[in-house]
């Protein structure tokens, strides 16, 4: 579960910097949104990308990317 993954990674010693959905609002629909250009591209990573960073929206993503560092 999406919730489980900033606990157990900070029980390892490290500092979380970025939790993302990746692949969310996209999943299904690759092919549509490889064929898009310029403003209409841009858009969609903008749009893509916000809805990535909402914690709520998580579990919809195929992916949960977790950037962390470990402290010196």
């Not at 900070?10 to 250009?37: I, Y």
């Not at 841009?42 to 990317?65: C, D, I, K, M, T």
Request: hydrophobic share 40%; net charge negative; charged share 25%.
């Amino acid at each position: 579960h999406p919730d489980e993954i900033t606990p157990l990674m900070e029980r390892c010693g490290l500092r979380t910097l970025l939790k993302v959905g990746v692949e969310g609002v996209v999943s299904g629909v690759e092919e549509a949104v490889n064929e898009l250009h310029g403003e209409a591209w841009q858009a969609w990573v903008e749009l893509n990308y916000r809805f990535g960073q909402e914690p709520s929206l998580y579990g919809a993503s195929e992916h949960l990317l977790y950037v962390g560092e470990k402290p010196v």
